[in-house]
């Protein structure tokens, strides 16, 4: 399973960049809009720090804008992928951008049947919100379950990105069914490092390090 990280924050992206965990980007404006400041600066930034897919979403909501804002932000890195809303219009520039050879993020996918109208589309990845799903009462991971097996079935190479995580056992749940990537927002990754008992084994190891060299000093 791809890790990505889900964030514009180039704080946290270059230190979980620095422990070799991430293997991509995924950004939103909003996450843009969190973060303050040039937004195509920090665009530029991402895309230079990793190595791997970095998505970046256009505003434009009309086909022609969408392709032209596409071209723009390809511009910004050999690793851009377009990440584009399911809509008419967005399905429509998934497939020339696609045709292009310019990969798509199919984002803000709720069910089963518009993650299948991505994969048709030839998008590489398809981004359902899982977080939001559950926000509403609704079973978020029994849509990534859905869309694996749909996928499976007709041999689909679009890939699932598990997106809107909201905790770690979201992680390990994505994992079991076998989703292709799962994007996480900075808090989440720094919460499957920790364990409690790591922490009271390191502080026992440090104790009794320190004991045993007193007792060689008396
Ligand atoms: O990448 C966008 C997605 O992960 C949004 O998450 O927390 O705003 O539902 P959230």
Sequence with gaps: MKIF????????????????????ITTNPSL???????????MEEITRIIKGDVSLEVVATDYEGMMDEGHRLKKYGQNVVIK??????????CKSLTQEGIPVNVTLVFSPNQAVLAAKAGAKYV????GRLDDI???????IE???????????????????????????QAAKIGADVVTLPPDVLGKMLKHPLTDIGLKNFLADWEKLKQSNHS
Excluded: C, W
């Excluded at 946290?12 to 422990?19: K, L, V």
């Excluded at 843009?32 to 920090?42: F, V």
């Excluded at 584009?84 to 520039?93: N, R, S, Y």
């Design 127 to 130: 981004s359902p919100f899982i």
């Design 84 to 93: 584009v809303p399911i809509t008419a219009d967005g399905l429509k520039a």
């Design 32 to 42: 843009l809009a969190k973060e303050g400041g040039d937004p195509q600066k920090a």
């Design 146 to 172: 859905e869309i694996k097996q749909i996928f499976a079935n007709y041999n689909f190479k679009t890939q699932i990105l598990v997106a809107s995580v909201r905790h770690p056992m979201h992680v390990v």
């Design 5 to 24: 990280l889900d964030t514009a924050n180039l704080q946290s992206i270059r230190m979980y960049n620095d422990m070799g965990l991430l293997d991509g």
């Design 137 to 143: 009462g609704q079973d978020g991971m029994g849509l």
